[in-house]
Nanobody
Framework: QVQLMESGGGSVQAGGSLRLSCAAS????????WGWWRQAPEKEREGVAT????????YYADSVNGRFTISLNSVNNTLDLQMDSLKPEDTAMYYC??????????????????????WGQGTQVTVSS
């Protein structure tokens, strides 16, 4: 059973930075997608950044490309999301998720919330203007 736990959310002014971390337990190998999604009030959950653990290939939403960086810390088994140049529209609940069942995904599929079979509880990010 995989368990995911997010940390690092908070409030920041526009232009600032935050770093989120997702601690994981229960992964048995490197054949899974692991990433970050976010959901603002009354909006659908959208993909932010994901990676394939086996190769480290990364996928970013257009809205965050160049501002956010996803990275895997193999020593601590955490998935980090460095968020720079934050904007008010980045305000949302951020969720860590994993898909341990899909063998191969396109970029669009990798960023979709569908298919994830594990989720964390979420951490709030608020960016003020």
């Amino acid at each position: 059973q995989v368990q995911l736990m997010e940390s690092g959310g908070g409030s920041v002014q526009a232009g600032g930075s935050l770093r989120l971390s997702c601690a994981a337990s229960g992964f048995t190998d490197r054949t899974y997608y692991w990433g970050w999604w976010r959901q603002a009030p009354e909006k659908e959950r959208e993909g932010v950044a994901t990676l394939w653990a086996g190769t480290g290939n990364t996928y970013y939403a257009d809205s965050v490309n160049g501002r956010f960086t996803i990275s895997l810390n193999s020593v601590n088994n955490t998935l980090d999301l460095q968020m720079d140049s934050l904007k008010p529209e980045d305000t949302a609940m951020y969720y860590c998720g994993a898909d341990t069942l899909s063998p191969v995904k396109t970029r669009i599929q990798a960023l979709s919330a569908r298919g994830n079979n594990y989720w964390g509880q979420g951490t709030q990010v608020t960016v003020s203007s």
